[in-house]
């Protein structure tokens, strides 16, 4: 959510900053509507302060044998009027919180206007495999290899998703223990969500009202509870409604969760396999940082997505988003990107983002300054740490071999029984 102050104070500058995103937005009426919100309060004010004043001069005037009728007919217009006034303040407030609550957050302002046409790419990593062979893509090596079994959970289930099977469910098993042993190492508190959550849940985290149908809904329960998309979803709501200590911040979770997206089933043709699904796993960073901590906890999760891919000895790629391909709730995104050889180009395998107060707003998430008291919006931010189902198409077709086998990064291998070579059957 937007601050309203903000808006009220420098409407140029919001109007100027989402224009950034794509967003031409009209604050007139918005502001015409606070106007007069605040002439009401000022006047319910007023009339309270008349109607406890009249009230409380009741007592001397029967005292003194005066006429109190007039007194009761004025209290009672104070109290029409009030009542009155409190209704058209309430369907103000209204109509005011309809209109920002669909409003994207502002980009930070070093980032380039437009989309992923202007991401720029900060910084490459590891040499690009090249083959001295025919290269097959990683549909064909997974199934070679029985890794995957996409017939059966077509069958099973339907298109845009898969069954690890054999070594490949003990390869997703490896990639999964590998991120958690990394984040219990950097002090990062291990949390596993329910992947079944409240509206309020998805308001918090931006994505309500805007983006309720890219979501997968709960046909019959009461109230509504939808599947989560991603476990931050979960963790930007594990303090909604609380007001933190400055001494307890950051605070830095993971969650370990599948990933439940509606919108899959409009990938491209040659998004095929793994590379968009329905339902895939990921392990989610999260942070709640002070506004003075907020970029050093960017900078911290940008730095742990790069070095989790770098340790896997795979090619990829960091690149800062142009505002109008970073999120809607988000003021700020990096990627990083994996080299997927069959399609000659690269996949995001985590988004680093930094919210700034935009999801606080929403959820009235807070802290408390340890020196002055006062009460602030808290900072929130994400980063895969990381989703598997691009990592192993990644793994496969950049370590596969001429004979068919695929190398497994050494980094994984003790979580496969120091298996070093995945052979085909």
Not at 49 to 55: D, G, T, V
Not at 85 to 107: R, S
Not at 353 to 361: G, H, I, M
Request: aromatic content about 10%; charged content about 25%; glycine content about 6%.
């Amino acid at each position: 959510m937007l601050d309203l102050n903000l808006i009220r104070k420098n409407s140029k500058f919001v109007h100027d900053a989402l224009l950034k995103k794509g967003w031409d937005v009209d604050f007139s009426e918005l502001l015409a509507n606070d106007e007069r919100r605040r002439e009401l309060l000022t006047n319910v004010e007023a009339n309270k302060a008349e109607q406890n004043r009249l009230s409380a001069s009741i007592p001397q005037v029967k005292k003194a044998g005066g006429d109190i009728t007039l007194i009761f007919a004025r209290v009672k217009e104070l109290k029409a009027l009030n009542a009155s006034g409190e209704e058209e303040i309430a369907e103000l407030e209204k109509k005011m919180q309809k209109f920002l609550e669909v409003l994207p957050n502002l980009p930070d302002p070093d980032l380039v206007d437009g989309g992923k046409e202007n991401n720029v790419v900060l910084q490459v990593y590891n040499e690009k495999p090249t083959f001295d062979f025919v290269p097959k893509d990683h549909v064909e090596l997974c199934e070679s290899l029985g890794l995957i079994d996409y017939k059966r959970s077509a069958k099973i289930s339907g298109s845009g998703t898969w069954i690890y099977k054999n070594l490949g469910a003990q390869l997703e098993w490896a990639l999964l223990n590998y991120f958690i042993d990394e984040h219990l190492a950097d002090g990062y508190e291990m949390i596993l969500p329910p992947h079944l959550l409240n509206y309020e849940s998805g308001y918090t985290a931006g994505q309500f009202p805007k983006f309720e149908e890219d979501v997968f809904w709960l046909e019959g329960m009461e109230p509504r509870r939808f599947m989560l998309p991603t476990a931050e979803t979960a963790l930007v709501n594990l303090h909604r409604n609380e007001i933190l200590s400055e001494d307890e911040l950051p605070k830095r979770y993971f969650g370990v969760t599948p990933c439940y997206r509606s919108e899959a089933g409009s990938y491209r043709t040659e998004e095929r396999g793994m590379i968009r699904g329905y339902q895939f796993n990921k392990v989610e960073m999260f942070q709640y940082a002070t506004l003075e901590g907020s970029d050093a906890a960017f900078e911290e999760l940008v730095g742990k997505a790069v070095s989790l891919v770098n340790k896997l000895g795979l090619h990829f790629r960091l690149s800062k988003l142009a505002a109008g391909d970073c999120s809607h709730s988000m003021a700020r995104t990096y990627d990083v990107e994996v080299w997927i050889p069959s399609m000659g180009i690269y996949k995001e395998v985590s988004s680093a983002s930094n919210a700034r107060d935009y999801q606080a707003r929403r959820g009235m998430i807070r802290y408390r300054e340890k020196e002055s008291g006062k009460v602030q919006y808290l900072h929130t931010l994400n980063a895969s740490g990381l989703a598997t189902s691009r990592l192993i198409p990644a793994i496969v077709e950049q370590n596969q071999q001429g004979d068919g086998s695929v190398i497994v990064p050494e980094v994984l291998r003790k979580y496969l029984h120091g298996l070093e070579v995945i052979k085909p059957l």
